[in-house]
C-alpha cells in the first residue's frame, strides 16, 4: 500500500479518539424504539421527531439519546440541558 495512505489511516483512527473534532450541522435517523421506529432530523440547531411525546412537548427520549450518543459533535447549544438557562430579568 502507498506509505502516504498510511500514514493517513494512522491519522483516522487518532482522529476517531476525538469525536469532538466533527461538527454535524445535518442529520436524519431512524430510531428504533421498543414499540415503533421514529423518524428523528436536526436541522437548523433544531430537533425533531415524529411521535407522540414530541409533538406534546418538544423534547422527547428519542432526541435525548440521540443527543446523548452524538454530544461531543453538535454545536454547544443544542442539548436539552444546555438550553433550561437560567432568564435573564
Ligand atoms: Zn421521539
Not at 36 to 47: A, G, L, M, P, Q
Request: charge should be negative.
Amino acid at each position: 500500500m502507498n506509505s502516504g495512505l498510511i500514514g493517513k489511516i494512522e491519522k483516522a483512527h487518532r482522529y476517531a479518539q476525538e469525536p469532538e473534532r466533527v461538527r454535524i450541522h445535518h442529520l436524519e435517523a431512524t430510531f428504533n424504539g421498543d414499540n415503533n421506529s421514529y423518524e428523528v432530523s436536526f436541522r437548523d440547531n433544531k430537533w425533531n421527531c415524529g411521535c407522540h411525546t414530541f409533538s406534546t412537548f418538544g423534547d422527547c427520549q428519542h432526541v435525548m439519546a440521540i443527543q446523548k450518543i452524538l454530544e461531543p459533535m453538535l454545536p454547544e447549544d443544542t442539548t436539552s440541558e444546555q438550553q433550561s438557562q437560567q432568564p435573564t430579568a
